[in-house]
């Protein structure tokens, strides 16, 4: 099992966060454990989950969290899900002390998760606002999660940080990232565009393209090594995951079309301010207007 650096984990001085300290009770139960996803690459919200490599066989690690010994350092989670099912197997936790929830995979069982955070961490390091940005779809994504519930079979954050990536490379304006390389987690090229504009705009303008993909005759088609690639017109959303070559959207339904429809409810909401301060604007100035047709009247009513 390869060791990542540590300095990865992202520990701070002093009080430690609740997920620290999940990760933390976790590694007294394997102290091979390693950290991936979002807490490694330091992206994580405030209550994500904490995403775990074990060295553990998975049933092992069961037997642990369910032993009746009070003094076993598994009694701080408790088991909420053995997804036995999935393409790699996982298990779901809940660490009792701070409800962080730590979603724990087998080494043996998925050996690219590391490839995967390396990915991001060489798009972040080129791309200085593409940080900000992440922590954006982040954050949307969490926001609706009840909503676009992965185990039905909606994108999870990770997908939609591809399809961030991804629009980074395409935009309009001009890219801000280039493409990948044929394989491992290098970047073809080291010249692109600078840009003024902020993470805020950047998230604004990936909204509507999850608006237009959603919309009835919309397509959805990204392949981080081949960003120009428009993929087979017969596949409505295409995410291309950069390290299996796999697409990771496999829609069921409607999901397009409700993905796209809480990315136009985020555009009105992100709308509403501007709108609010020009409708106080117009009232200020109405009742500027009223109060210099009062003074008028007081005046002429004592002139004559």
Not at 22 to 36: G, I, M
Not at 134 to 157: D, Y
Not at 186 to 195: G, K, M
């Amino acid at each position: 099992m390869r060791r990542l650096g540590r300095m990865a984990i992202g520990a701070t001085a002093g009080k430690k966060a609740p997920w620290e300290r999940a990760w933390e009770d976790f590694v007294r139960l394997d102290r091979e454990a390693e950290l991936h996803g979002s807490r490694r690459i330091g992206l994580g919200c405030a209550d994500s989950d904490v995403d775990v490599v074990t060295s553990l066989p998975l049933e092992s690690l069961v037997d642990l969290v369910r032993s009746p010994a009070p003094a076993s350092p598994a009694r701080t989670f408790e088991l909420l899900e053995h997804v036995r099912w999935a393409r790699v197997p996982r298990l779901i936790l809940k660490h009792r002390p701070t409800e962080i929830e730590v979603d724990v995979i087998n080494c043996q069982l998925d050996h690219q998760s590391h490839e995967r955070d390396e990915v991001i961490h060489v798009f972040l390091d080129a791309c200085p606002i593409a940080r900000d940005f992440m922590v954006l779809i982040g954050e949307w994504v969490h926001q609706h999660s009840a909503l676009m519930p992965p185990k039905q079979g909606f994108p999870n954050t990770y997908t939609f940080r591809m399809i961030g990536f991804h629009f980074l490379q395409t935009r309009k304006p001009g890219p801000l990232l280039p493409a990948l390389a044929d394989s491992g987690a290098a970047l073809r090229d080291s010249h692109f565009l600078d840009t003024d504009e902020d993470a805020s705009q950047l998230f604004t303008d990936w909204l509507r393209l999850l608006v237009r993909a959603g919309a009835s005759h919309g397509r959805l088609w990204a392949d981080l090594r081949n960003p120009w690639d428009t993929g087979p017109e017969e596949i409505k959303w295409g995410v291309i995951d950069p390290v299996s070559g796999r697409n990771i959207t496999q829609f069921r339904g409607d999901q397009a079309k409700r993905i796209a429809a809480l990315a136009a409810k985020e555009l009105r909401l992100r709308r509403k301010p501007r709108s609010t301060l020009a409708e106080l604007g117009k009232l200020q100035q109405f009742c500027g207007f009223l109060s210099s047709s009062y003074w008028t009247f007081l005046d002429r009513a004592c002139k004559s």
